[in-house]
């Protein structure tokens, strides 16, 4: 109530349910949302096209920190879905915005929030076209459904790797998962002394800006067996997508692309070769392509700017993936996977 | 941990998430939903249709009592997206879940959650074809986006109230608000002592289980220039609906479809007409029909077994619509629309 006197007093009250809508959101909505101002979405689909539909929720204290700045949360909630998108080979139409406000939001923040969220929706072409606000006792949680289209049969699936596929992934590993180590209010890594501002900046930024490979999209279309978007870490999503066909693989940490800053870090602490491979948010892709057509994809994935890197080859078998530190001994993965409870 | 200690001493050690979407929630996913094993799911749109997206969040302590039974919250987070749905006039296809489990969740509530939503996926025929499970530090908290289909161009607006139409409703107005006084924990309120056994049953459980009309979408399609769901109270959104339209109202009370149960609230305690009226969580539909079609849309919405009541005719104007007691004088509605914030 303080807080809120005091915003009002300084003209910055609180908007009502209404106003948030019409003032806050509805200015950059999408046609498909009908102005914010029906119940649902209306949307004709392309035609010969499927419809391709992700969700994914960010929740403060688990997925972001609650004093992460406002565009960035909303950023990355809607980033963490146009990777699925990407993943699958689908261009974005757009997406639902399901926002629970926690009891202290003041206008400020939400403003700066729905400017992040415009600005995202606008680099990445995918309007806002509906959502759901509501007062939440307890943290700040944003669940966004994001949408798009595949022509008819094209989806690109998680399962279908064959043996003899090269694996491939986009970007660099690790650096969100360090960016977090980095990010974590009241630790002080001691690597993190060693580390250079640069190198800081770029971990942190990766945590918090992941970048979805939408440009990726038609190489994979037209080359990829399978593919994935990496969320929970390299080790236990590479085991996911093989997993589901049969297969494994056996890789080396140093065919692995890792940025200059995590080259710094890996040079004060080793060890953290493992956090690299098993920590989560890379939103980094995944993919399966026939070794006759690994030369084309690596071509036309340059043309479209996106950065792939060759990990090793798919072979059948059960077990989980290795992947072997330069004494080619397995990394130990006891954690491989982000476990989200 | 002391829980968790005794439900794996109890054979009901909490899943992984893995575990989750592989045994909970993938045995009753829809065919688009691709076993709940890949990014996204993938649908491919019905030729000659618009696709309708809706979405909607509930969050215990503000949409529902943390202590309602499993089953009920999972109904309700589907039903008021389904609500949405039948408003438009559209025929649901699936649905997406964010569910956000608060730190003391334990196998057997979401075994529960998961039985209802599947009872609810079936009853609706609206399959489950995707979701995002994760841990909040907070109370439970489920948004769910549901989509479906209308012919082309045929989603039925809240936009195009026109003079002259009348205005129809579904079902019976204002249980739900009494239901959720009845419910609320720690109350008591004296007309309660008065009410019927079954009356207090019937209000609490329109309250848990709202009821999406979608047996009246073709009905809604063939006739009416507009149409919304209610869900924050019927005077509020009758405001809104006419509003749009630079129209309004002025209806009795007396022709607004009450139960058996609020007729012996209103028995007891006469001033809760305004909560009847202005009270949230009615999930009935209120449209605008045009008056040469009304007997039509009443011949099949009885064909439909959809009970449909009218309200008065919709009149030119940019005042608040009015709804009048039996002296004719106007209900007080100053709070005439449920506020979320």
């Known amino acids: 109530l303080h807080v809120q006197r005091r915003q009002q007093a300084q003209g910055m009250a609180r908007p009502s349910e209404n106003e948030i809508i019409a003032e806050i959101f509805a200015p950059f909505a999408g046609e498909a949302g009908l102005g914010l101002a029906d119940d649902a979405a209306c949307l004709t689909p392309k035609d010969g096209h499927d419809l391709v539909l992700t969700c994914d929720t960010v929740t403060a204290g688990v997925h972001f920190v609650a004093d992460d700045p406002a565009a960035a949360i909303a950023a990355k909630a809607l980033r963490v879905n146009l990777s699925d998108l990407a993943a699958k080979g689908a261009e974005p139409l757009g997406f639902l915005l399901n926002l629970a406000l926690p009891?202290?939001?003041?206008?400020?923040?939400?403003?700066?929030?729905?400017?992040?969220?415009?600005?995202?929706?606008?680099?990445?072409?995918?309007?806002?076209?509906?959502?759901?606000?509501?007062?939440?006792?307890?943290?700040?949680?944003?669940s966004i459904t994001a949408f798009?289209?595949?022509?008819?049969?094209?989806?690109?699936?998680?399962?279908?790797?064959?043996?003899?596929?090269?694996?491939?992934?986009?970007?660099?590993?690790?650096?969100?998962?360090?960016?977090l180590l980095?990010?974590?209010?009241?630790?002080?890594?001691?690597?993190?002394?060693?580390?250079?501002?640069?190198?800081?900046?770029?971990?942190?930024?990766?945590?918090?800006?992941?970048?979805?490979?939408?440009a990726l999209r038609e190489a994979l279309r037209a080359h990829a067996n399978a593919a994935m978007d990496i969320s929970d870490g390299l080790a236990g999503d590479l085991g996911k997508m093989l997993g589901l066909a049969g297969m494994t693989a056996d890789?080396?940490?140093?065919?692995?692309?890792?940025?200059?800053?995590?080259?710094?870090?890996?040079a004060q602490a080793e060890e953290l070769a493992a956090a690299i491979v098993s920590g989560g948010d890379d939103y980094e892709i995944l993919a399966a392509v026939p070794a006759q057509k690994a030369a084309s994809f690596e071509r036309q994935a340059e043309a479209a700017g996106v950065a792939v890197t060759r990990l090793g080859r798919v072979t059948a078998g059960k077990s989980a993936p290795i992947i072997r530190d330069k004494t080619d001994r397995p990394l130990d993965l006891a954690t491989s996977s982000f476990q989200h409870f």
């Open 251 to 266: 890789i080396a940490f140093a065919h692995l692309p890792l940025s200059p800053a995590a080259g710094e870090v890996l």
């Open 103 to 142: 009891q202290d939001w003041t206008r400020e923040w939400l403003e700066a929030f729905a400017a992040g969220l415009a600005e995202e929706a606008e680099l990445h072409a995918c309007p806002l076209v509906g959502g759901d606000t509501v007062k939440i006792l307890g943290p700040l949680t944003v």
């Open 182 to 214: 980095l990010r974590r209010p009241g630790e002080k890594p001691a690597w993190a002394q060693g580390l250079s501002q640069k190198a800081r900046e770029d971990l942190v930024s990766r945590y918090l800006y992941p970048q979805p490979r939408l």
């Open 148 to 179: 798009g289209a595949v022509p008819h049969g094209r989806l690109v699936p998680r399962l279908g790797a064959q043996a003899g596929d090269v694996l491939f992934v986009t970007g660099t590993i690790g650096d969100a998962a360090l960016g």
